[in-house]
């Protein structure tokens, strides 16, 4: 049931020249490319960044070249119930603390860790943010859950030897990965979840708007 008082959150990082990027990855541009100001007919923006820039969802495609595109993603794994999980560790994501969450099988999981408290407010990006171990990634395919989610911009670890690996099991297993959510607002619990990206043809991921509404 959701409560009447429950509105629509939206977790998705505003995208704009400013904002934190995987370092290997592009750079973010916005730029106006004709302004009403300087006497063009429209205002209309010129956009360059990386299928990874902010809020997105990594398709299996990402790390297998014969894996699922992102415009070929199932509608039905990025909308419906989704359980949002307090994560409490400041350097990883344990099996034994998933346990303790109930997971239930077939569930999308979003994971709120540390990270949330300060991550999207840092001007430059920090190498040690809270991600998932290869065993935690290994539990929650044990679950066989639909999609998980995280308040950074990768699952795994940046320069980890497992980092890959994460990533791999998880899409090996059509396992969809949406990072980069920002979830300062979010509390643990259940919601109702729409979570959609670019259609990008034939890409390994795509920036997406991601909605979350507490239900009772």
């Not at 063009?40 to 990386?50: D, E, I, T």
């Not at 929650?140 to 308040?151: E, H, M, R």
């Not at 690996?165 to 643990?188: N, T």
Request: one cysteine or more.
């Amino acid at each position: 049931m959701v409560s009447k008082n429950n509105k629509w959150i939206d977790a998705t990082l505003p995208i704009n020249t400013n904002m934190i990027s995987w370092p290997s990855d592009p750079m973010v541009e916005v730029v106006e490319y004709k302004e009403i100001s300087k006497g063009a007919s429209s205002n209309v923006s010129l956009l360059k960044m990386g299928s990874h820039t902010g809020t997105h969802i990594d398709a299996p495609r990402h790390f297998f070249n014969n894996g699922v595109a992102i415009d070929k993603m199932p509608a039905d794994v990025m909308i419906g119930f989704a359980r949002v999980v307090e994560m409490s560790d400041y350097s990883s994501i344990y099996v034994h603390e998933l346990k303790s969450k109930n997971i239930r099988l077939k569930e999308r999981v979003i994971l709120r860790t540390q990270n949330s408290k300060a991550r999207w407010r840092q001007k430059r990006f920090s190498k040690d943010f809270v991600s998932l171990t290869l065993a935690a990634a290994e539990y929650l395919i044990s679950k066989k859950i639909k999609l998980v989610g995280i308040d950074s911009l990768s699952v795994g670890g940046y320069a980890h030897p497992d980092a890959k690996a994460v990533h791999k099991a998880l899409l090996a297993q059509g396992i969809w990965i949406v990072e980069g959510l920002d979830l300062s607002r979010v509390k643990p619990g259940v919601y109702d979840m729409l979570c959609l990206p670019l259609r990008i043809y034939q890409a390994d991921a795509a920036p997406a708007r991601v909605f979350l509404r507490q239900r009772e």
